[in-house]
T-cell receptor
């Protein structure tokens, strides 16, 4: 059972480049989340989804986009990378929304130079 | 939106000591979880505890939802307990994290 899988684990981008962070879960969870964690800081919610075809903004959505075409996948897109987006990105999922435990991927470390 | 405050922000203890970490929140929530982020960055579920008390070995947690706080107790600390402890709250499908308590256990 793989749980929540994120790729890539590490990536270096140049300013202005675009990329997609992939997140997949095999637990048939409806709810999925993207967070960013800056050095020494807590986790900030970027976007979340309550099911296929439904996404919504979190605390810090600017500069990012998401889609949820399937229950399993929740990719995060950075269109024009900026140094302020240097961070560790975590994807998470939970099965029961209001009552479920949250499970995390191992994180993707992104550096924008 | 809902506010989540954790205290203390930093805590340094000698191995074997006990500690209490606190999470206060500003509004009613659907559930609450405690996580440990180890020095390698991995986030580990400790407790899913919307109310009541749970225990797991040297760790226990209590949430008093009516008074909007949760406590995490660590007894007989070990160096492997070092890291950052986060509480996370679910309200209206958003799961919001506190800023964490950074715990250092000295050998």
């Amino acid at each position: 059972n793989a749980g929540v899988t994120q790729t890539p684990k590490f990536r270096i981008l140049k300013i202005g480049q675009s990329m997609t962070l992939q997140c997949a879960q095999d637990m048939n969870h409806n709810y999925m989340y993207w967070y960013r964690q800056d050095p020494g800081m807590g986790l900030k919610l970027i976007y979340y989804s309550v099911g296929a075809g439904i996404t919504d903004k979190g605390e810090v959505p600017n500069g990012y986009n998401v889609s949820r075409s399937t229950t399993e996948d929740f990719p995060l897109r950075l269109e024009l990378a900026a140094p302020s987006q240097t961070s560790v990105y975590f994807c998470a999922s939970t099965g029961r929304g209001y009552t479920g435990e949250l499970f995390f991927g191992e994180g993707s470390r992104l550096t924008v130079l | 939106g809902i506010q989540v405050e954790q205290s203390p922000p930093d805590l340094i203890l000698q191995e074997g000591a006990n500690s209490t970490l606190r999470c206060n929140f500003s509004d009613s929530v659907n559930n609450l979880q405690w996580f440990h982020q180890n020095p390698w960055g991995q986030l580990i579920n400790l407790f899913y505890i919307p109310s009541g008390t749970k225990q797991n070995g040297r760790l226990s947690a209590t949430t008093v939802a009516t008074e909007r706080y949760s406590l995490l107790y660590i007894s007989s600390s070990q160096t492997t307990d070092s890291g950052v402890y986060f509480c996370a709250l679910n309200r209206d499908d958003k799961i919001i994290f506190g800023k964490g308590t950074r715990l250092h256990i000295l050998p």
